[in-house]
């Protein structure tokens, strides 16, 4: 298959290695890369790589990201930026490549822990891996017979523990090649409108 | 107690019944109110209510809406729409709130069965509903101590099974009055971080 895969973070790399890995062609879109640029929070340039890159069996995204901070100072200028980059971004890459994505293929969002276990200074992004995963299952029905469409939401990662440590103290913590596969698995299967909380 | 109700539709009616049967003070705040006039998509409507009010035991709210359509149609000005009021509207709310309700207080939103049950037309309001259902979660662990935080998530009400019967083929409808009841129960018990699916 070819696929296009959004973000290039230590997620978006266990998602290359595991699907490369099986065989798949994929096209790796970054924020900083010369050939594929995309940045979520500007629709256009999700536009142009996907009218640059063609016919696609799947598209994969594993970038976004939510401003962190206590409560209380989380204003709307900071909701804005976590939906308009890890949600609307998401939504805008699946709208725009239902017209890429050839029928019978797939869309992979990325999600979080957070949506069902928060931390502190984590309320936005909560939210919004809140929204994702409830449009995830809500499309899933309406792309029914055309499209798949699921989310990876991972626990901290492995290779993040000491980084993370006083933000998820004592959290079990997932290796980023199990989450590679949880996206092997969204492309390959035939499941649709999962959250693969892992 | 003395409450702030924010919406005066058929789950706001509820609500301030049942909330004034317990013999609670309700300040009922809505779009056309005359004295109490607040739009959810205009955060300093939200203030001036505030301001006006001076000190609450509790603010409820009813309000917010968010568009419907086809999955192809929900553009980003649609999701806009329903961010900015029953998303942001609500959050705004409860951050403005903390300042005028009693330390001790607390805050109960409205969700709704799109958040984990959805239909079609309803993939922006099932991702607003899984926001906001994450977000009261995530909130009540940073605001523990300081006040509580719940949501109502209901069902289709019986009141309106006919205006949405194709809408909501075959799904079990909920009395208004529970749902008031629902409302009564975060204003009064000890719970917080609770999404009450009825």
Not at 24 to 39: F, K, L, Q
Request: net charge negative.
């Amino acid at each position: 298959m070819k696929i296009l895969l959004v973000g290039a973070g230590t997620v978006g790399r266990a998602a290359h290695d595991a699907l490369v890995a099986r065989g798949h062609e994929v096209v790796a879109a970054h924020r900083t890369s010369a050939e594929y640029p995309i940045d979520l929070t500007d629709p256009s340039s999700i536009q142009r790589v996907l009218d640059k890159v063609g016919p696609l069996d799947a598209a994969v995204c594993t970038a976004g990201t939510t401003p962190y901070g206590p409560w209380d100072d989380l204003d709307r200028d900071a909701w804005l930026a976590g939906i308009n980059s890890k949600l609307l971004g998401q939504v805008e890459l699946v709208r725009r490549a239902t017209g890429v994505v050839r029928a019978g293929g797939s869309f992979t969002l990325i999600t979080g822990i957070l949506a069902r276990e928060p931390i502190r200074t984590g309320s936005v992004a909560a939210a919004v891996n809140g929204a994702l995963e409830a449009w995830v299952v809500a499309s899933a029905g309406e792309l029914w017979g055309r499209y798949r469409i699921n989310a990876v939401s991972p626990t901290v990662l492995t290779e993040s523990r000491d980084k993370y440590a006083d933000a998820f103290p004592g959290y079990p913590t997932v290796d980023a090649s199990v989450v590679g596969q949880a996206f092997v698995r969204s492309v390959e299967s035939m499941e649709t409108g999962q959250v693969y909380r892992i």
